[in-house]
């Protein structure tokens, strides 16, 4: 079992940085791939970035890529999410979740969810 909680959400401005942190309780986080997933109000949950267990590869989505980043370190299980140059329609609410199966972009190949952190940017 996985518990996932995350944090660091807010308010910012376009073109400002928020760092969303996702910590994991359950001693085989460590050997799951992480996911960052987001939804904006009247739309689909849609893939952000993934990471493998070990952090040796990562995946992003083309919306993000170059503005975010995806890391984690098993040692104080958590996943983090850099997030650069933000613009208004990254504003959603964010989740992380865990998978048993290895990195995927859909999200019903993931195990465990956290409950969700908010990040607004405003223009």
């Known amino acids: 079992q996985v518990q996932l909680v995350e944090s660091g959400g807010g308010l910012v401005q376009a073109g400002g940085s928020l760092r969303l942190s996702c910590a994991a309780s359950?001693?085989?986080?460590?050997?799951?791939?992480t996911g960052w997933f987001r939804q904006a109000p009247g739309k689909e949950r849609e893939f952000v970035a993934a990471?493998?267990?070990?952090?040796?590869?990562?995946y992003y989505a083309d919306s993000v890529k170059g503005r975010f980043t995806i890391s984690r370190d098993n040692a104080k299980n958590t996943v983090y999410l850099q997030m650069n140059s933000l613009k208004p329609e990254d504003t959603a609410g964010y989740y992380c979740?865990?998978?048993?199966?290895?990195?995927?972009?859909?999200?019903?190949?993931?195990?465990?969810w956290g409950q969700g952190t908010q990040v607004t940017v405003s223009s």
């Open positions: 990471i493998t267990w070990s952090g040796g590869s990562t």
């Open positions: 359950g001693r085989t986080f460590s050997t799951y791939a």
């Open positions: 979740a865990a998978s048993r199966y290895g990195t995927s972009i859909k999200s019903e190949m993931y195990d465990y």
